[in-house]
């Protein structure tokens, strides 16, 4: 992950501290979409039956 | 506006980045769900009596409100900042949802088009464009595939509605036969709008309290902004506002580009279903009528994996050139499928698939596009106004293949012959849109903005 900080200045910080809202947050989008890709994977298998 | 002003959302130095892509995920997720009115519609159908037609309203003026609010409120957008954007989305699309419940609760269809269509489709509009905005200024190194990850979301807002839809209506007491909706009743669709307007508007909620604009100056640390080279000197430094963006030739230019891209790819996912059964209906292996959803899944995996590849592909090549890719690529896989129509089921579903995966990535990649010539200033506004290319597409693909389909039927013409002229009519629009691409310069420095008006 890249650590953001304002043009011209250091590192002012890191995201270390913000890892589990990151983790929650991708978890939050990413389960509801992998249960669609999931389905729509599972409906692809008819065009081969 | 306190809590939703975007003064209140400017990242502090330790903010990561991200955070921003799930937060305009909530967004776009959430509003992909329009595309699976086609889940709802024959249930609306059965259980409030109504024609295909009149089924269709409430999903037809969502896609035109989306245009069109995109369009006209897309400048207070950009000055409102994406939280105020986010929350007005999710009041409108949740709020049209719940209208919707009521409408199909007292059986009065015209509470289910105002809500789900009208309400809402506001809602999809400002919903559609902040996010995208938000993260090309979030993601000035990689804004092809920053804009890709939230636009495939747009279209996974599908995928996630569709089997959910079915689920819920299915439980609440809907009941098909042979693949047909035989009972729905209106207590069933009602509860169906109601949960998904309460999860919905959860669900969008992370958006709203995730979501933050970059300080004055931020750039990712490490990145310079690439010198000017050949390949570059279509991404422009300066700023144009979204009022000038619409007089330069370079924004007409696009708008027809998406316009005939969007028309090639929709013509195709209109009509997949028929179109499939149809081009081997007369051939020793026809494609049985149970498979074509599984096409269709295909082709819907194939948009979405678009969207996501393709535009993160033209951060490396350019946007013009991957918009050369689309075109001039589309038109050769369209004239591949005229020319060996059914002589092989691989080479049809390969060309299909390819089409729509240029069809999504042509819409994930186009905000990018704005970004390169018009910088990020209101790149958000001026996305809602092209937006518009959509809407007419929207129309005009399925107007051209239904028409065409229509007539060879009424001549007792079948298989290929049902679909021929459609496709070589899709080569000369993608070709036409070719030549839009080739004609786009770097926008004239009479457009810029003054430097001290264009921070946003």
């Not at chain 2, 009022?243 to 027809?256: D, K, V």
Request: glycine share 12%; proline share 7%.
């Amino acid at each position: 992950m890249t650590a953001s900080h304002p043009t011209g200045a250091g590192p002012t910080g890191t995201t270390a501290t913000r890892t589990p809202l990151i983790v929650l947050s991708w978890l939050w989008v990413g389960l509801p979409f992998a249960y669609g890709v999931y389905k729509l994977i599972d409906n692809v298998g008819l065009l081969f039956k | 506006m306190g809590f939703l002003d975007r003064s209140r959302i400017i990242a502090p130095p330790d903010w990561s980045r991200w955070l921003v892509p799930p937060a305009a995920l909530s967004v776009h997720l959430a509003i992909g769900q329009v595309y699976a009115w086609t889940v709802i519609k024959p249930a609306v159908e059965v259980g409030l009596h109504l024609t295909g037609t009149q089924s269709a309203l409430p999903f037809q003026l969502g896609i035109v409100m989306l245009g069109l609010s995109a369009a006209v409120i897309g400048t207070r957008v950009e000055r409102n900042g994406p939280r105020w954007a986010m929350f007005t989305s999710l009041c409108c699309f949740c709020g049209g949802l719940l209208l919707a419940a009521l409408g199909a609760m007292t059986q009065q269809f015209w509470l289910i088009v105002l809500g789900y269509g009208g309400l809402g489709g506001i809602g999809l509009g400002i919903g559609y464009i902040s996010p995208v905005s938000t993260l090309i200024k979030w993601f000035p190194d990689r804004p092809g595939m920053a804009t890709g990850i939230a636009i495939m979301g747009f279209g996974g807002g599908a995928l996630i509605a569709s089997p959910w839809s079915t689920a819920m209506l299915t439980g609440f007491g809907m009941i098909s036969t042979a693949g047909k909706v035989a009972v729905a009743p209106p207590n069933a669709i009602a509860l169906t709008f109601l949960i998904h307007g309460v999860a919905y508007a959860v669900f969008m909620t992370l958006g709203v309290l995730l979501v933050r604009v970059p300080a004055p100056g931020w750039t990712p640390a490490g990145w310079i902004p690439p010198a000017d080279s050949a390949r570059r000197a279509l991404i422009s430094a300066h700023q144009v506002s979204a009022r000038n963006a619409i007089r330069t030739p370079q924004f007409w230019c696009l708008w027809i580009v998406l316009c005939f891209n969007v028309t090639a790819g929709i013509g195709i996912l209109e009509k997949s279903k028929p179109m499939i059964t149809e081009f081997f209906r007369t051939t020793p292996t026809p494609v049985v009528a149970a498979a074509a959803p599984g096409f269709v899944a295909l082709l819907s995996l194939a948009n979405m994996l678009g969207r996501i590849v393709w535009s993160s592909v033209s951060d490396a090549i350019g946007r013009k050139n991957i918009y050369r890719l689309y075109l001039g690529g589309g038109a050769a896989m369209y004239l591949l499928l005229a020319t060996f129509t059914n002589q092989s089921r691989g080479l049809f579903v390969v060309c299909t698939m390819v089409i729509l995966s240029f069809y999504g990535g042509g819409f994930a990649t186009v905000p990018a596009y704005l970004k390169d010539l018009f910088g990020t200033y209101q790149v958000g506004a001026i996305h809602g106004r092209l937006l518009t290319a959509w809407s007419i597409a929207g129309v005009l693909g399925p107007l051209i293949v239904n028409a065409i389909a229509d007539a060879r039927t009424a001549a007792h013409l079948e298989g290929p012959a049902l679909f021929t002229l459609s496709l070589y009519i899709m080569i000369g629009l993608l070709a036409i849109g070719f030549v839009a691409n080739e004609l786009i310069r770097p926008v004239a420095s009479k457009f810029h903005e003054p430097p001290s008006e264009a921070t946003p």
